[in-house]
C-alpha cells in the first residue's frame, strides 16, 4: 500500500487511521442490512465495504469476501451471506490488527 | 484548476484530496451525489470533477446526465471512477456523459496524466469560446460598417444606433479598428489659406 503510495508513508498512516474509524460503521451498516433481509441494501453495503478495503488490500482476502456478498446480494441469494459476513469480520479484524502494528512500528521508527 | 471530488468512501476521498491539492489543484470535496449537486450550483464552478459511480443519493452517471443539461455546467469534464469491471458499464457511464473512465484500484500517475488531458481539453475549449465570442463581435461590426449608413449630405456625420449624430472618424473608430491622423488635404488647403490669409 505504501509503495502504491509512492512510499509516502505519513498519507499512508493517515488512510488507515481513517479505514480503523471507518470499518466498523461499515461493517454495522452491512449487518443491519442482512438483518433487514433487503437484498439491495445488502448488496450497496457489501459495494461499499469491498470499495473501502481495496485502498488497501487488491484482491482475494476482505476484499473478495466483500466481492461475494455483493454478488450473492445482486443475485438475491441471501442464506450463505451471514456467514460470509462474519468471515469478512474476521478477515478485517486481522487487517486492522495489521494496521495497528503498522502505525505503532512506524511511530516507533 | 478547480476540480470536484464526488466520492462516499472517505478514505478514497481523503487520498484524492491530498494527490489533487499536491497537484496544484483546487479541490471541493463531496461526500455523495446530492452534496455534489448542490456543489455544482456554486458561482465558483469547477473546470473538472471526479465522481465515483456508486454513491448514495444521486450516482455518478445521473449527475453526469444532469449536468449535461445545463449550459453553465455542460463543457466541465468529467471523469467516472468506479470499481464495476464490465465492459458494458464502460459504455454506459461514457454514454451518460462522462469524458473519461478511470477502474479502481487505479494508479496515481494515470489519474493524473488523465487530470492534465481533461485540464488541456478544458483550457482549450475556454481558448476556442473566447475566439468565437471575438469573431461574433468582428462580424457584428463588419455588418455594421457594410450596411446602409445615414449620413447628413452636408455636415458628413453619421447617424448611430442610439440616434446621436457622430463625426465620420469617431463612429468608424467605435466600430472598426481604424485609427485617423488629421491632416490637410491640397484642395483644402488652398481654400482654407485664401480664406486666412483675407
Same mark, same amino acid.
Given at each position: ?109 | ?63 453526469? #446526465? ?6 453553465? @455546467? &455542460? !463543457?466541465?469534464?468529467?471523469? *467516472?471512477?468506479?470499481?464495476? +469491471? /464490465?465492459? $458494458? ?30 485540464? #488541456? ?6 481558448? @476556442? &469560446? !473566447?475566439?468565437?465570442?471575438? *469573431?461574433?463581435?468582428?462580424? +457584428? /461590426?463588419? $455588418? ?50 485664401? +480664406?486666412?490669409?483675407?
Amino acid at each position: 500500500m505504501v509503495d502504491r503510495l509512492g512510499g509516502d508513508e505519513e498519507l499512508a498512516r493517515q488512510l488507515i487511521t481513517l479505514f480503523l474509524g471507518e470499518y466498523p460503521k461499515l461493517m454495522d451498516n452491512l449487518r443491519q442490512s442482512v438483518n433487514s433481509g433487503q437484498s439491495d441494501a445488502i448488496r450497496r453495503a457489501a459495494h461499499a465495504a469491498k470499495g473501502c478495503i481495496a485502498n488497501f488490500v487488491e484482491g482475494g482476502g476482505p476484499q473478495a469476501t466483500a466481492f461475494r456478498i455483493e454478488q450473492l446480494g445482486t443475485a438475491g441469494a441471501l442464506s450463505e451471506i451471514p456467514c460470509l459476513v462474519s468471515q469478512l469480520e474476521r478477515e478485517l479484524d486481522a487487517l486492522a490488527r495489521g494496521m495497528v502494528a503498522f502505525q505503532e512500528s512506524s511511530c516507533e521508527s | 484548476v478547480r476540480v470536484l471530488i464526488a466520492e462516499d468512501d472517505l478514505v478514497l476521498r481523503h487520498s484524492l484530496r491530498i494527490h489533487l491539492e499536491r497537484w496544484s489543484y483546487d479541490v471541493v470535496e463531496c461526500a455523495d451525489g446530492g452534496q455534489a449537486w448542490t456543489a455544482l450550483q456554486d458561482e465558483r464552478t469547477p473546470s473538472l470533477a471526479i465522481f465515483d459511480w456508486n454513491m448514495p443519493g444521486r450516482d455518478g452517471p445521473s449527475l453526469c #446526465r444532469d449536468l449535461r443539461q445545463v449550459p453553465s @455546467l &455542460a !463543457a466541465m469534464y468529467v471523469i *467516472l471512477i468506479t470499481s464495476n +469491471q /464490465d465492459q $458494458k458499464d464502460v459504455v454506459c457511464g461514457l454514454e451518460s456523459g462522462a469524458d473519461d473512465y478511470i477502474k479502481k484500484p487505479f494508479d496515481w500517475n494515470e489519474l493524473r496524466a488523465r487530470l492534465r488531458i481533461g485540464s #488541456r481539453i478544458v483550457s482549450l475549449q475556454h481558448a @476556442l &469560446a !473566447a475566439r468565437v465570442s471575438d *469573431l461574433q463581435q468582428a462580424l +457584428q /461590426d463588419v $455588418k455594421r460598417l457594410g450596411g446602409l449608413l445615414p449620413i447628413c449630405a452636408y455636415c458628413k456625420r453619421i447617424r448611430d444606433d442610439g440616434d446621436y449624430w457622430k463625426q465620420i472618424e469617431q463612429y468608424l473608430s467605435e466600430y472598426s479598428e481604424a485609427q485617423f491622423s488629421h491632416g490637410i488635404c491640397p484642395q483644402c488647403l488652398e481654400t482654407h489659406l485664401q +480664406q486666412l490669409t483675407r
